[in-house]
């Protein structure tokens, strides 16, 4: 049977995070966080927490770099919450053409990269692709490269379709990818000119102003103190009256600078800077 | 039995707010009791109740139409607030953090849900402890045992619907298997339970 673990516990763990790779996880909400560590020990079978903090204790940065990757979460659809997907190509993308130049998307903690993909569909379809500037980051070097990959089990295709479908995309799903070894393997053209890019949101800071930001359920990871250091760093990244976009049952209401920031779409959560 | 000593609960009205779990098919029942509340009830209430993952809007709506108070599917970090009703969003999640506020989240589906009814008791529990009032309604899987026995070890108020009044009774009868349950009643009995923590509250006032 599973011990509960302690705080203190987590927090003895975050603090040889922090002083051996310096990365904080001190600011990770709570209750997920203490689920990830419990997952952790489960797939590496250690017998108790302690056995995991004398790995991490000697472990080197190889260890770190899988510990990383089972901790993050990464459980993402290609056009999660339809509408939107649909409200983006009927409303964002139209009001950023407006501006006459080129649109900067940076997809913030972009996991195994199905937004990336369905984004670039979505480009695509509306004959913009050549227009738009794409940076995917993502804290797990892992995760990146499997994202930049653009290869996903083919049993999740079905979702991803249906996903789709109610997205009302021109054609079907299949178009873009082609079948091989149970594997979708997606069209490489889609994202030929996407930048990959190695980013932690906690400690990375601004690094590029952009005309959208997609990050969607990523700070439902981070404590409130954290959300309000990251939302920061998008207002510092967004051209003035440019749009951010977070998950749907998330809110910047909590936040210390929400008020630089109104809601354009409340039910998608789509947010728009009107103060710098 | 005299009125006072009417359910085993603790006298001294610790309860800061409810928990309460159930299967898609638990929709009448859990209709039933939000329909039999007083509006000014005293205590927060939190719902976990497995549902459609990919159909967002239509639940809520579907159980505030009987229910006397508002339902709302928390946001992330939203502060968990007297008088109000909270309903687990489609394909997220629900868990509560340290200091009363909520936390979603995306993460892998457990005992094949999402929301999982274990997660939101567990965390629950582990910030309220006895202060919490646990609830486990029919079902057709085990989710929501852990939660249960949590809930248990934290001395919270625990409660499963009379598996013999269940349509389904996997659910009760997995909590009621791994951990010590305090009442074991039909969902009558648990609207006459709820109303009587209540008065009592109010009394206390």
């Known amino acids: ?276 | 039995m005299s009125a006072s000593q009417k359910y085993e609960i603790d006298e001294s009205l610790p309860y800061k707010a409810i928990a309460i779990g159930g299967s898609a098919g638990s929709f009448q029942v859990v209709t039933k009791i939000l329909s039999s509340l007083p509006t000014d009830f005293e205590l927060p209430i939190m719902m976990c109740l497995h549902r459609l993952r990919h159909v967002r809007n239509g639940f809520t709506e579907a159980l505030n139409i009987k229910s006397t108070i508002n339902i709302e599917e928390p946001t992330d970090k939203e502060p968990i607030k007297k008088g109000k009703i909270y309903l687990a969003p489609a394909n997220y999640h629900l868990c509560v953090e340290l200091g009363n506020t909520f936390a979603l989240s995306t993460e892998e589906l457990f005992n094949n849900s999402r929301p999982a009814i274990d997660y939101m008791i567990q965390t629950a529990a582990h910030n309220y402890r006895h202060k919490l009032i646990a609830i486990l309604l029919s079902g057709a899987n085990k989710d929501g045992a852990l939660g249960m026995k949590a809930a248990s070890e934290k001395g919270a108020l625990t409660v499963v619907q009379d598996p013999a009044e269940c349509l389904i009774d996997t659910m009760p009868t997995s909590a009621l298997k791994i951990t010590k349950i305090n009442h074991t009643l039909s969902v009558d009995k648990i609207i006459d339970l709820l109303l009587y923590i209540d008065q009592k509250i109010k009394k206390k006032k």
């Open chain 1, 1 to 276: 049977m599973q011990q509960e673990i302690e705080l203190a516990q987590l927090k003895k763990i975050t603090d040889i995070i922090q002083k051996r790779f310096d990365f904080d996880f001190g600011n990770y909400a709570m209750s997920s966080f203490k689920r990830r560590i419990q997952r952790v020990i489960e797939i590496y079978k250690y017998a108790s927490i302690d056995a995991l903090i004398d790995r991490l204790n000697d472990a080197d940065h190889k260890f770190f770099q899988e510990f990383l990757s089972e901790i993050t979460v990464n459980v993402t659809e290609m056009f999660r919450d339809p509408t939107f997907w649909r409200e983006l190509k009927e409303s964002i993308i139209p009001n950023l053409l407006l501006n006459d130049r080129e649109i900067n998307i940076w997809h913030a903690g972009c996991s195994s990269g199905e937004e990336v993909f369905s984004m670039a569909i979505l480009l695509t379809e509306m004959n913009l692709l050549g227009k738009a500037k794409i940076v995917a980051s993502d804290v797990d070097n892992a995760i990146l490269a499997k994202a930049r990959e653009g290869k996903y089990p083919i049993k999740n295709m079905e979702v991803n379709q249906k996903n789709y479908e109610r997205y009302e995309g021109s054609f079907l799903l299949q178009k873009y990818y082609k079948e091989e070894a149970g594997k979708a393997i997606m069209d490489k053209e889609l994202v030929k000119n996407v930048e990959w890019r190695e980013h932690n949101l906690v400690s990375g800071g601004s690094f590029a102003k952009f005309d959208l930001i997609l990050c969607r359920n990523v700070m439902i990871y981070f404590n409130q103190q954290l959300q309000n250091t990251v939302l920061k760093t998008f207002h510092e990244s967004l051209h003035k009256y440019c749009y951010l976009a977070v998950g749907s049952k998330e809110s910047l209401i909590w936040c210390e600078i929400a008020n630089k920031f109104v809601v354009v779409n409340n039910e998608e959560k789509i947010y728009k800077k009107v103060k710098d």
